[in-house]
């Protein structure tokens, strides 16, 4: 089993468990070989029982070797689980560190327990060999998973799931997996596509049509263990370039021109972003191979690489939309006619732009996805198309469609290039986000109400593995968004995994067009959002190494509070930042119910204990206000806020500091940024921790890894409290008092000094960047009991 130390560290909230007591066991503590798998024999067959990890177990039928759909990922690799066999009255036990299973061979009984013996699952085999599968569980243990809504489901809806479910990828939005998960302590994921799942207050029941569910896995342990579980078996999400933890506008009906000013308006304006996405009018389409080149009349500079010039001059990088469709009466229609490279479920039909027959090709053939990534697709590339937005596959009703199209152009652009893969699509199954995947919620309607539905389906997207979530920022559909819809959707928008505005034809979804007061609401959440891009870049490669993405559900970081379980108003934007944006229309108060625990509001200091509602005053004027706290314990590295992200070295973090009576810990991560250069080592981490205690405040610093040397020079540590009197490193000299943060700023070396801001008093400490461990204690003035 990976390591999850680092995950649970950063999580926090992670249930221990103690040693269970047994019976003395007949094998040896450490597993011998093939001790990890049990034979299970039924009355009509045999299943085979693995190990794949501590706390994961595969069940088959005998002789299942290959993953039946891309769900799984087929280049998994599982060594042998250290585990205990032994025999307990009629029952044959397997205990990891993670679980326990029982099997009775009389009564063909299997029971999956926590390592302290609390049962979790029983597993009814009787129909298992007919790929019909059913796992008991305690009464009312919530779920979680299967599947969201489509962007137009008129329902609100909500993250626990009841009854009977399809997972699918469904259409505009949806984001699907054969995966149920529960906060008790456990998770059960199908090797199948689609799967059906009834669930009841006791059962969780799995099949498939028509193709019956072969392979099971189980999963046990805290929300965090079940999803890096989850990634281990189904994959990982590559790392986006870091431009996309950045603002990117989306307009359909625009060209070179017009693209050009806009960007240096956001310039001028000193409005951040660094991507600017295309819809149709950056194609040829309904041309000869028009689907992959670009629009000459549109964008003249295109083809020979000098639009691209000028953009990397601006800071910005260019992406464009792709359709799974190609025109018909075309060359590449005719080849792909007579090369059967048709979707049997797609028939010829006029396209709605170009009003020419169109027809989509089949994604789940290999030698369709090598065709579809072309040399006029590849010259696109080359020439500053860097990104993809993939669009419309849902309409196919194949789950695997979209999730192809994207491995084509991931497949494609790694075999000619070390830049990393971008891309939005509009649905997602589970197995896509290897793919460099990331979803978008559909052709949205503007409006509150719309804007309010969106934060259902961005955390009912998370509940399925699908963490690079993002929507069209103000809407997609008429009519235009008024002022303070646009301005609240901006705010809302910075605190999701991908963050971008897109409208229908020939709208507009930049700042200055919805009148001062808007504008400067929206740019002060784009600033914002700028300031955090080490701390949101740092959680981009959490989720690659664990599986788990920047957005948490409430229930994920809280599995025992009941109060936790189906919110969708509230959500941790990392470990350490929880926010609720502002959906209704003129509010001018806000009743929020803060999970247990200390929390500081972001904008103006005041401090709350948590476990209780508390009632907001609303900016209804200005819209100037984000409902965002920061949890007790938070370590919070910023940024300068620039024009986009590698505009200027960082060789400065601000690291905001908020210490606890626990220990707490933040990993910081960087790399280049833009290549697969980390896939080998060449990175920077470091773990930073605090802890409150009576005399003040413990400060650490990890050994660094530094497979890559970052610009980074320093630290400047704003730890929050009592103010200091002395920081000292721990076996060595006292650092020296510089007096003000502008003085410790300038100094070449290591101190400290005294401040106040709007949390309250200050103690400043800069830090060089260095290789070794090293750990200082801030003395304070005042001893905290």
């Given at each position: 089993?990976r390591?999850?130390?680092?995950?649970?560290?950063i999580l926090?909230?992670?249930?221990t468990t103690?040693?269970?007591?047994?019976?003395?066991?007949?094998?040896p503590?450490?597993?011998?070989?093939?001790?990890d798998?049990?034979?299970?024999?039924?009355p009509?067959?045999?299943?085979?029982?693995?190990?794949?990890?501590?706390?994961?177990i595969?069940l088959?039928?005998?002789?299942?070797?290959?993953p039946?759909?891309?769900?799984?990922?087929d280049?998994?690799?599982f060594?042998?689980?250290?585990?205990s066999?032994?025999?307990?009255?009629?029952?044959?036990?397997m205990?990891?560190?993670?679980?326990i299973?029982?099997?009775?061979?009389?009564?063909?009984?299997?029971?999956?327990?926590?390592?302290?013996?609390?049962q979790?699952?029983?597993?009814?085999?009787?129909?298992?060999?007919?790929?019909?599968?059913?796992?008991?569980h305690?009464?009312d243990?919530?779920?979680?998973?299967?599947?969201?809504?489509n962007a137009?489901d008129?329902?609100?809806?909500?993250?626990?799931r009841?009854?009977?479910q399809v997972?699918?990828?469904?259409?505009?939005?949806?984001?699907?997996?054969p995966?149920?998960?529960?906060?008790?302590?456990?998770?059960?994921?199908a090797?199948a596509e689609?799967?059906?799942?009834?669930?009841?207050?006791?059962d969780?029941?799995v099949?498939?049509?028509p193709?019956?569910?072969?392979?099971?896995?189980?999963?046990?342990?805290?929300?965090?263990?079940?999803?890096?579980?989850?990634h281990?078996?189904?994959?990982?999400?590559?790392?986006?370039?870091?431009?996309?933890?950045?603002?990117?506008?989306s307009?359909?009906?625009?060209?070179q021109?017009e693209?050009?000013?806009?960007?240096?308006?956001?310039?001028?304006?000193?409005?951040?972003?660094?991507?600017?996405?295309?819809?149709?009018?950056?194609?040829a389409?309904?041309?000869?191979?028009?689907?992959?080149?670009w629009?000459?009349?549109?964008?003249?500079?295109?083809p020979d690489?000098k639009l691209?010039?000028?953009m990397d001059?601006?800071?910005?990088?260019?992406t464009?939309?792709?359709?799974?469709?190609?025109?018909?009466?075309?060359?590449?229609?005719?080849?792909a006619?007579?090369?059967?490279y048709?979707?049997a479920?797609?028939?010829?039909?006029?396209?709605?732009?170009?009003?020419?027959?169109?027809?989509?090709?089949?994604?789940?053939?290999?030698?369709?996805?090598?065709?579809?990534?072309?040399?006029?697709?590849?010259?696109?590339?080359?020439?500053?198309?860097?990104g993809?937005?993939?669009?419309?596959?849902?309409?196919?009703?194949?789950?695997?469609q979209f999730?192809?199209?994207?491995?084509?152009?991931?497949?494609g652009?790694?075999?000619?290039?070390d830049?990393?893969?971008?891309?939005?699509n509009?649905?997602?199954?589970?197995?896509?986000?290897?793919?460099?995947?990331?979803?978008?919620s559909?052709?949205?309607?503007?409006?509150?109400?719309?804007?309010a539905?969106?934060?259902q389906?961005m955390?009912?997207?998370?509940?399925?593995?699908?963490?690079?979530w993002?929507?069209?920022?103000?809407?997609?559909?008429?009519?235009?968004?008024?002022?303070?819809?646009?301005?609240?959707?901006?705010?809302?928008?910075?605190?999701?995994p991908?963050?971008?505005?897109?409208?229908?034809?020939?709208?507009?979804?930049?700042?200055?067009?919805?009148?001062?007061?808007?504008?400067k609401?929206?740019?002060?959440?784009?600033?914002?959002?700028?300031?955090l891009?080490?701390?949101?870049?740092?959680?981009?490669?959490?989720?690659?190494?664990y599986?788990?993405?920047l957005?948490?559900?409430?229930q994920?970081?809280?599995p025992?509070?009941?109060?936790?379980?189906d919110?969708?108003?509230a959500?941790?934007f990392?470990?350490?930042?929880?926010?609720s944006?502002i959906?209704?229309?003129?509010q001018?108060?806000?009743?929020?119910?803060?999970?247990?625990g200390?929390?500081?509001?972001?904008?103006?200091g005041?401090?709350?204990?948590?476990?209780?509602e508390?009632?907001?005053?609303?900016?209804?004027?200005?819209w100037?206000?984000?409902?965002?706290?920061?949890?007790?314990?938070?370590?919070i590295?910023q940024?300068?806020?620039?024009?986009f992200?590698?505009?200027?070295p960082?060789t400065?973090?601000?690291?905001?500091?908020?210490?606890?009576a626990?220990?707490?810990?933040f990993?910081?991560y960087?790399?280049d940024?833009?290549?697969?250069?980390?896939e080998?080592g060449?990175?920077?981490?470091q773990?930073?921790?605090?802890?409150r205690?009576?005399?003040?405040?413990?400060?650490?610093?990890?050994?660094?890894v530094q497979?890559?040397?970052p610009?980074?020079?320093?630290?400047v540590?704003?730890i929050?409290g009592?103010?200091?009197?002395?920081v000292?490193?721990?076996?060595?000299?006292?650092?020296q008092?510089?007096?003000?943060?502008?003085?410790?700023r300038?100094?070449?070396?290591?101190?400290w000094?005294?401040?106040?801001d709007?949390?309250?008093?200050?103690t400043?400490?800069?830090?060089?960047l260095?290789?070794?461990?090293?750990?200082?204690?801030?003395?304070?003035?005042?001893?905290?009991?």
């Open positions: 089993m390591a999850r130390l680092l995950a649970m560290a926090g909230a992670m249930a103690p040693t269970a007591n047994f019976a003395a066991p007949v094998s503590a450490h597993s011998d070989a093939g001790a798998r049990m034979e299970l024999v039924l009509k067959g045999k299943l085979e029982l693995r190990l794949l990890e501590t706390g994961v595969q088959r039928t005998e002789g299942t070797h290959e039946a759909t891309p769900v799984i990922d280049q998994a690799h060594g042998p689980v250290d585990v066999r032994y025999t307990q009255g009629a029952d044959q036990v205990r990891s560190s993670g679980l299973v029982r099997w009775n061979p009389a009564t063909h009984s299997l029971r999956v327990d926590d390592p302290s013996e609390h979790l699952m029983e597993v009814d085999l009787s129909q298992a060999l007919d790929g019909r599968w059913t796992v008991r305690a009464k243990d919530p779920q979680y998973g299967v599947g969201g809504l137009f008129a329902k609100t809806g909500n993250l626990l009841q009854g009977k997972a699918t990828a469904g259409n505009q939005g949806h984001t699907g997996a995966f149920v998960w529960s906060t008790a302590g456990y998770g059960v994921l090797d689609p799967a059906r799942f009834d669930l009841s207050a006791t969780i029941r099949q498939a049509t193709n019956a569910v072969r392979t099971l896995y189980l999963f046990v342990g805290s929300p965090a263990d079940v999803f890096g579980q989850l281990d078996i189904s994959g990982a999400s590559p790392m986006f370039p870091k431009w996309a933890m950045g603002f990117t506008n307009q359909w009906g625009i060209d021109k693209a050009l000013t806009l960007v240096d308006t956001y310039r001028a304006k000193h409005i951040p972003i660094d991507n600017f996405t295309f819809d149709f009018d950056w194609k389409w309904g041309e000869d191979m028009g689907e992959f080149r629009n000459t009349d549109k964008f003249p500079d295109g690489g691209k010039q000028q001059q601006r800071g910005m990088h260019m464009g939309i792709m359709k799974p469709r190609v025109h018909v009466n075309t060359v590449e229609g005719r080849e006619t007579e090369r059967g048709w979707l479920q797609s028939k010829e039909a006029p396209d709605y732009f170009s009003h020419k027959p169109v027809r989509d090709v089949d994604f789940d053939k290999p030698e369709v996805r090598a065709w579809f990534f072309n040399d006029a697709l590849k010259h696109s590339y080359e020439t500053g198309i860097v993809w937005w993939n669009d419309e596959a849902d309409d196919s009703g194949v789950d695997t999730l192809n199209m994207q491995r084509a152009l991931y497949d652009q790694r075999g000619i290039s830049q990393r893969v971008w891309s939005i509009r649905n997602f199954y589970l197995g896509s986000q290897r793919y460099a995947y990331g979803v978008w559909g052709d949205i309607q503007s409006g509150f109400a719309s804007m539905a969106q934060r389906r955390l009912a997207a998370f509940d399925v593995g699908a963490m690079h993002g929507m069209d920022g103000g809407g997609f559909k008429a009519p235009m968004p008024v002022p303070e819809n646009y301005a609240r959707w901006i705010q809302f928008g910075a605190f999701t991908v963050f971008r505005v897109h409208a229908d034809f020939g709208q507009k979804r930049q700042p200055w067009v919805y009148g001062p007061i808007a504008e609401a929206a740019t002060d959440a784009i600033r914002l959002r700028y300031s891009i080490p701390y949101i870049y740092s959680y981009e490669n959490f989720a690659h190494r599986g788990v993405g957005v948490r559900p409430l994920f970081v809280y025992n509070d009941p109060a936790q379980r919110r969708i108003d959500w941790m990392g470990d350490y930042l929880l926010v944006p959906v209704d229309q003129g001018t108060v806000k009743h929020l119910q803060l999970p247990k200390r929390w500081i509001n972001w904008f103006d005041k401090v709350y204990d948590g476990d209780r508390i009632t907001l005053n609303v900016d209804a004027a200005n100037s206000d984000i409902p965002l706290f920061v949890r007790e314990g938070a370590i590295p940024q300068a806020v620039m024009d992200v590698s505009q200027h960082v400065t973090l601000d690291v905001q500091v908020f210490p606890s626990s220990l707490t810990t990993n910081v960087d790399d940024g833009e290549t697969y250069a980390y080998k060449a990175f920077f981490q773990m930073l921790s605090t802890r205690d009576g005399n003040g405040v413990t400060l650490g610093l990890g050994a660094a497979g890559f040397k610009a980074l020079h320093d630290y540590f704003a929050h009592d103010a200091g009197k002395a000292t490193e721990l076996h060595g000299k006292p650092l008092d510089l007096g003000t943060i502008d003085a410790l300038a100094s070449p070396s290591e101190g000094a005294r401040g106040h709007r949390f309250g008093e200050v400043y400490v800069k830090l060089l260095s290789g070794p461990a090293r750990e200082f204690h801030i003395d304070t003035a005042t001893v905290t009991p």
